[in-house]
């Protein structure tokens, strides 16, 4: 699960979202309003621009591994119908995460929800990458001695499947393209010759690793103290500080 930013819509697809959402809050059906209008252009608008929010790979926006296929309700509609045609309460999702995701959804005492939104959260605040395993778990709080609450919901107790096996293979290859590709730079820093190229190389591969949330794992967060970054913020500050601008 990575940061993403929502984008702004046309005026004329929230004009569209606005209507049809206050057909549901004079008493419409939710889901029989949400299927008739999936057809619209208004929303094939939306679902475009959710898959522009995901990247060029158009993934997921829970598991990052699988194609997103369909347009998620973050807060459940059937139970929060007053947000079916809410721009920020939609997201992309793979037919897998949609399922297993479906109407479970827990808020906590201050009545916001548990579950990471990463249309909204930076997903690391509450989540920890562990790159021995590829696995995801809840971040420890010291001041409480306990899981992060919303990282320990999300992984443990919403049911999206972010630790299978085939998430987890995925986490540690793009992992492995990273360590690769500043290790490489690293070592051009010992020639002669100019880096420029290597940067060019760098960043593109930056750029094609994004899927995980991993490349704000090893240059933003935790991450950055293990190898080889934390050799290249030694040997390159210069350069550190440009990936982690393009990163940011």
């Known amino acids: 699960m990575r940061r993403l930013v929502r984008t702004a819509l046309p005026d004329r697809v929230h004009r569209y979202l606005a209507r049809k959402q206050s057909e ?13 209008a999936r057809k619209t252009q208004a929303i094939r608008r939306v679902f475009s621009e959710l898959k522009r929010m995901a990247g060029s790979r158009e993934r997921c926006m829970f598991c990052e591994d699988s194609r997103g296929v369909d347009i998620d309700h973050f807060w459940p509609k059937s139970k929060y119908p007053e947000r079916t045609f809410v721009w920020d309460n939609l997201v992309l999702s793979c037919s897998g995460c949609n399922r297993d995701k479906g109407t479970w959804f827990e808020l906590g005492a201050d009545g916001s929800p548990l579950l990471i939104d990463p249309t909204r959260d930076d997903p690391w605040a509450h989540l920890f990458y562990d790159s021995k ?48 590709c500043v290790g490489r730079f690293v070592e051009s820093l010992n020639a002669t010759t100019t880096h420029t190229a290597a940067m060019t190389e760098l960043l593109a591969c930056v750029n094609d690793n994004s899927q ?11 991450g950055q103290d293990e190898q080889p970054f934390a050799e290249l913020r030694s ?14």
Do not use: C, M
């Open 24 to 36: 549901v809050d004079s008493g419409r059906a939710p889901d029989a309003t949400w299927d008739s």
């Open 235 to 248: 040997k390159s500050p210069a350069v550190w500080n440009l990936v982690t601008a393009h990163v940011a």
């Open 212 to 222: 995980y949330g991993l490349v704000d794992w090893f240059f933003l967060r935790d």
């Open 133 to 180: 395993t590829g696995i995801v778990t809840a971040r420890f709080i010291a001041a409480t001695q306990g899981p992060d609450p919303r990282g320990q919901y999300t992984i443990e107790r919403s049911r999206l499947p972010l630790n299978i096996q085939a998430v987890t293979e995925g986490r540690r290859s793009t992992q492995k393209n990273l360590i690769r």
